[in-house]
């Protein structure tokens, strides 16, 4: 079984970065496609990046695309978010999770383990 645990959320002005990580352990790393999703309140959770178990492919949820960057070291059994002009809208929990899953799967239900999630706020 696979634990996750993320790091390097907080309070960010509009414009701004951030970037977050996610510790693996408990589990082979490397043979899970590894995704990144979010949840603001009163919304549903929605598909942010996704990255492929040898890192050498990624996809990402319309709205991100061309902003943030999904990245892994699986010698250090992390990933990584690297989050650019951020806007407020991007304020919500983020979560990372493994899926053994082969490809980009974008649903929630594909992917087995999540990690607790930490606080993005965007301010305007």
């Known amino acids: 079984q696979v634990q996750l645990q993320e790091s390097g959320g907080g309070l960010v002005q509009a414009g701004g970065s951030l970037r977050l990580s996610c510790a693996a352990s408990?589990?082979?790393?490397?043979?899970?496609?590894m995704g990144w999703f979010r949840q603001a309140p009163g919304k549903e959770r929605e598909f942010v990046a996704a990255?492929?178990?040898?890192?050498?492919?990624?996809d990402y949820g319309d709205s991100v695309k061309g902003r943030f960057t999904i990245s892994r070291d699986n010698a250090k059994n992390t990933v990584y978010l690297q989050m650019n002009g951020l806007k407020p809208e991007d304020t919500a929990v983020y979560s990372c999770?493994?899926?053994?899953?082969?490809?980009?799967?974008?649903?929630?239900?594909?992917?087995?383990?999540w990690g607790q999630g930490t606080q993005v706020t965007v301010s305007s």
């Open positions: 408990g589990g082979t790393f490397s043979r899970y496609t």
């Open positions: 990255i492929t178990r040898s890192g050498g492919t990624t």
């Open positions: 999770a493994a899926s053994g899953v082969v490809g980009f799967p974008t649903g929630a239900g594909q992917y087995a383990y």
